[in-house]
C-alpha cells in the first residue's frame, strides 16, 4: 500500500484512451489498493489509473455516501438518462472548477478486483463522479465540456454568500 504521485494536466497520459485490463492478479489489486489511498489522502472523490500515471482503464470512487469505496475495472456506461448541471474539479487539475454538464441517472458495469461482473445505478453525485473518473479513461478532461470555468477567486457567486 502507497500514496502515489497525481498526475497533471498537460501530462500526455491524461489524453490517452486507456487499455482494458486483462489480467487479474496481485499488481492489479495494489493498484486498486494504492488508488484508493491516494483518493483519500488528496481528498478526492474518485480517481482513474491514468492520473497515477497508468494507462488501464480502473477506477476508484467513493462519495462518501452508504456505498463506501467502488473499485471497478475496464467501467462501461450502459444507461444514461436526464441531465444536472454542476461543478466539479480534478486532483489532476489543481485550483480550477468548472460547471459540467452530466447525465443524472447512469447504469454502469464492470469488473471487480477478481475479474467479477457487477452492475450499478447512480444517480446525482455518483452518478457525475462515475461519468467524470470514465471520461479520464476516454483521454477527457473535465475543463474540455465544462460550460463554465472558474478558479475559487473567480467562482461564480450565488446570492446569500
Known amino acids: 500500500m502507497a500514496i502515489r504521485l497525481i498526475v497533471k494536466n498537460p501530462d500526455p497520459v491524461l489524453r490517452e484512451k486507456a487499455i482494458e485490463v ?11 489498493t ?29 462519495v462518501g455516501d452508504d456505498h463506501g469505496l467502488i473499485e471497478m475495472v475496464n467501467p462501461v456506461i450502459v444507461e444514461s438518462e436526464g441531465e444536472q448541471l454542476g461543478p466539479e474539479g480534478c486532483l489532476s487539475i489543481p485550483n480550477l472548477n468548472g460547471d459540467v ?5 447512469i447504469k454502469i458495469k464492470g469488473l471487480d478486483r ?11 453525485f455518483l452518478a457525475r463522479a462515475f461519468q467524470h473518473e ?8 473535465f475543463t474540455d465540456i465544462a460550460d463554465s470555468i472558474y478558479d475559487e477567486e473567480t467562482r461564480p457567486r450565488h446570492r446569500g454568500e
Open 22 to 32: 486483462t489480467k487479474f492478479n496481485r499488481n492489479l489489486h495494489k493498484l486498486l
Open 34 to 62: 494504492d488508488m484508493a489511498e491516494t483518493m483519500y489522502d488528496a481528498h478526492g472523490v474518485g480517481l482513474a489509473a491514468p492520473q497515477v500515471g497508468i494507462s488501464k482503464r480502473v477506477i476508484v470512487v467513493d
Open 101 to 105: 454538464r452530466r447525465a443524472q441517472r
Open 114 to 124: 477478481n475479474g467479477e461482473p457487477f452492475e450499478l445505478e447512480a444517480t446525482d
Open 134 to 141: 470514465v471520461d479520464h479513461l476516454n483521454g477527457v478532461l
